[in-house]
């Protein structure tokens, strides 16, 4: 199913962006594992719309109700099933667009392949809304795996070609991400915030690559070919909505490089094996091979702007002129930097899950 992850773990998401609520369940997860509710929604609150400048005008507290699989502050072995209801809507924005689709977003495809009975209003099922309750998901797997001494972190790699400093791929520090926008120069972070007011006030949006670190990981988590964690992490990051690129350490730069560059050289550093660079991302035939596992996601300039853009009216079969209404990200860089690591900390969770137990770790 389209809105279903995981081999070991279960992860459905459901609901649309106008609906009564977005949720989602999560099953397979072992009984007894604590959860910190006050840390979880700390970490929703980074994803949350309405807060800054950046940020679309809608406001939602994306405040999840737990209906099932937590008791007493740890999980129960039941499915886990949460909810996050809808109250800040406004669905006659919206209300021309299965007839007149919106370019760069999925009106039309949407259209064709459901017949006009999808959900147009804010984006429907299509929306980045959605995520919202893949961070439940996440936040909570992110706690789960930091139990196990297991860290993820994520930051702004780039908005609109403004580079901010990358992690250093053999010692990333996730702690010197800055809290309230997620870059480690803060410099470059404010240079980041002038470019997205520029393209805000001319009606127009950007884009941006995300960059994650995965420290503390054991040797020997995932599987060659299809279970490989490059895979397992693509996939999920590519349901990500706008997400339009994934690579993995040096990523498409190793075209560029002869293998005496490429290979990471190994090393033995008080009594483990290291390697001296880490231009595999920390992964080797899909498994984990010790060093911190890096990735980069691109993500495309929100698709509804509000300058005027060309569009067809699909009853009339003639090209017309769109102009969008509705509340819209400028940038949704910066509220997709915990989504990533929500979306990593799954696929990792999951992964560890379908190890052999010599593999795992204990809590």
Known sequence: MSSTYGESLRLSIFGQSHGAGIGMTLDGIPAGLPVDLEKLQAF????APGQNDW????????APEFLAGILDGRTCGAPIAAVIYNKNTRSGDYSNLHDCPR????????????DGYQDVAGGGHFSGRLTAPLCIAGGLCKQWLEEMGIQIGAHIA????????????LCPDLASVHEEFPVIDETRGKQMCETI????????????????????LPIGVGDPMFGGMEGRIAQIVYGIPAIKGVEFGAGFGV???RGSQNNDDYAVESGEVRTLTNNAGGILGGITNGMPLIFRAAVKPTPSIYKEQRSISISRMEEVPLQIKGRHDPCIVPRAVPVIEA??????????????????RTY
């Not at 805000?200 to 994650?212: H, K, P, T, Y």
Request: aromatic content about 6%.
């Open 44 to 47: 929703l609150a980074r994803r």
């Open 55 to 62: 940020s679309t005008p809608r406001k939602e507290a994306d």
């Open 103 to 114: 370019p760069g977003h999925a009106d039309f495809t949407a259209q064709v392949k459901y």
């Open 158 to 169: 780039s908005i609109a070609g403004v580079q901010d400093v990358p992690f250093d791929p």
């Open 197 to 216: 007011a520029e393209a805000r006030s001319q009606g127009d949006s950007v884009g941006g690559i995300i960059e994650c670190a995965i420290t503390g």
């Open 255 to 257: 075209a560029a490089l």
């Open 343 to 360: 979306a990593a900390a799954i696929a990792v969770f999951d992964a560890i899950l379908s190890q052999p137990p010599k593999t795992r």
